[in-house]
Nanobody
Framework: QVQLVESGGGLVQAGGSLGLSCAAS????????VSWYRQAPGKERELVAT???????NYADFVKGRFTISRDNAKNTVYLQMNSLKPEDTAVYYC?????????WGKGTLVTVSS
């Protein structure tokens, strides 16, 4: 069964850090571009960061310098390290694997940043 499972969300104070994981099963993630998206209450889903199958990283302006995306193909897992968290980072964070327009989505993990 093809699956992406996010983990690592939780409650953290502003200025704190969290590390998210996205574990793939049922397919080999190394050929995919993988992205993290987030959706805050009442808002549309937005792209946070992408790591290509060639390890190129791209970030939304609102997380540059604070978040780092990485991948460990041997573990079939992609990570998102989030530092200097702000209350506006509160959202459900989703993992997406893309191969030539064929997408797999996880169910998300909730990150709550208190002020």
């Amino acid at each position: 069964q093809v699956q992406l499972v996010e983990s690592g969300g939780g409650l953290v104070q502003a200025g704190g850090s969290l590390g998210l994981s996205c574990a793939a099963s049922g397919f080999i993630i190394d050929i995919y571009d993988v992205s993290w998206y987030r959706q805050a209450p009442g808002k549309e889903r937005e792209l946070v960061a992408t790591i290509t199958n060639g390890y190129r990283e791209n970030y939304a302006d609102f997380v540059k310098g604070r978040f780092t995306i990485s991948r460990d193909n041997a573990k079939n897992t992609v990570y998102l390290q989030m530092n200097s968290l702000k209350p506006e980072d509160t959202a459900v964070y989703y993992c997406n694997a893309d191969l030539f327009g064929s997408h797999h989505w996880g169910k998300g993990t909730l990150v709550t940043v208190s002020s």
